[in-house]
């Protein structure tokens, strides 16, 4: 089936870009250069993605999309936006967008988020098989950070072959994500995924659990039992923790991957496996070769495709839609309709370095659902240094603690610094910007070039923007 796409785009080069990046042989793409024409476009035609620009002259990318969304739900439309525009393509997710790339793009990373929203229509529509685990599919995996877009090629360039995959990671970035999503696009997807916590089990058990067991091979082998292997037979079978699996099971784990082939406790019949082996680590499994905690045979052999999930303070910049995505979520479960952050809150997501990862951020979210007595989420509701709920990072009183604030927090937090040090500044001055300046021994000129820089604003006796 023919799909059509529509790239809109004021620009002449950025519409060149899109239409080399985009061009495939199964595929109509149309171009228009306002969102004027693009409209009129999406109604005398049809089309199954809209690649769309958020800065246009008249009507702009926004206005586009939603009155695209409201005659055209079904259609996916992915947005591009300058780097000062990511707040604005934030909003964009709230009214429909599938998601957003910033400015300047690569053209594979284009594709590769045209191609997820894609696949998000024709499932939509019917033409794919709906595995029972469909939230685990390649298009509901966020994030448009280089650094994740980079995991989402590896993704795409394994998932149709049989090759073991190494996935590693810190605890908490999504790293049984990943291998859900490497199966469920892979031509094992009708088959069974089987996941192992290799933490949870004693080597016993874990033996057992695996490999499986016949009548009477150890006390309380009252019958015959099924391994996980066995289960996983023509799907995937996902060792999560990998490295917490015993020596004398990494030998026999080995066999598994070199011969195709185990055998259950207490067994002295062969049986073959077929299975893809998806494995993930939070470990430095390298080292532990070095140490002999791990064998090296089995690191080379699972080693052969590997995978590595940044860590959430690596990427703030998914934090947005990843905060959006859990909030949604979370307000659904709840029955509530609370569906935004305040600025504030989500200044205050964005600056926190999440040691606790993606798993932390969706935890934050839905702590904060439950406290919003509203539609927003703000700063009192997130329990986290930043946040209210928590002890927050002390606000400068003057220039100087100001300068070595902004040092000690790095460029990712010195916005956050900036605005707070302006706002606490004129609380304490009763909002008078004079003695709001002299208080913290600034120039008045240079205190009201920050309050213009962050779109503060006396009204009385509260400033415009504050939370």
Known sequence: MTERILVVDDEEIVIRSCLRALAAADRVIDAARSGAEALERVESSHYDAIVLDIMMPNIDGL???????????????????????????????????????????????????????????????????????????FENIIGSS?????????????????????????????????????HYNSLRKDEPIVPVDCTSLSENLLESELFGHVKGSFTGAV??????????????????????IPLSIQAKLLRVIQEREFKPVGDTRTKAANIRLVAATNKDLRAMVAEGTFRDDLFYRINIFPIEVPPLRER??????????????????????????????????????????????ENVVQRAAILANDRVVRNAHLAIPGGMGEASQPVPRNGEELKRSKKALREKSVEGVEKAFILEALKRNAWNVTRSAEDTGMQRANFQALMKKYNIRIRGAVPADED
């Open 223 to 244: 019958a015959n039992k099924q391994g996980l292997i066995e289960a996983a037979e023509g799907g995937t079978l996902f060792l999560d923790e990998i490295g917490n």
């Open 63 to 137: 206005e586009v999309l939603q009155r695209v969304k409201e005659t055209h739900p079904d259609i996916e439309v992915v947005m591009v936006t300058g780097l000062s525009q990511i707040d604005t393509a934030v909003r964009s997710m709230k009214l429909g967008a599938f998601d957003y790339i910033p400015k300047p793009f690569d053209p594979d990373e284009l594709k590769l988020v045209v191609e997820r929203a894609l696949e998000r229509r024709r499932l939509a529509q019917g033409h794919a098989a709906v595995a029972p685990d469909a939230r685990y599919r």
């Open 146 to 182: 280089p650094a994740m877009q980079r995991v989402f090629r590896l993704i795409a360039q394994c998932a149709p072959t049989n090759t073991t995959v190494l996935i590693t990671g810190e605890s908490g970035t999504g790293k049984e994500l990943i291998a859900r999503a490497i």
């Open 316 to 361: 703030h910049e998914d934090i947005p839609a990843l905060a959006l995505h859990f909030l949604r979520k979370a307000a659904a479960d709840l029955g509530k309709k609370v569906d935004m952050f305040s600025e504030g809150a989500m200044a205050a997501l964005q600056h926190y370095d999440w040691p606790g990862n993606v798993r932390e951020l």
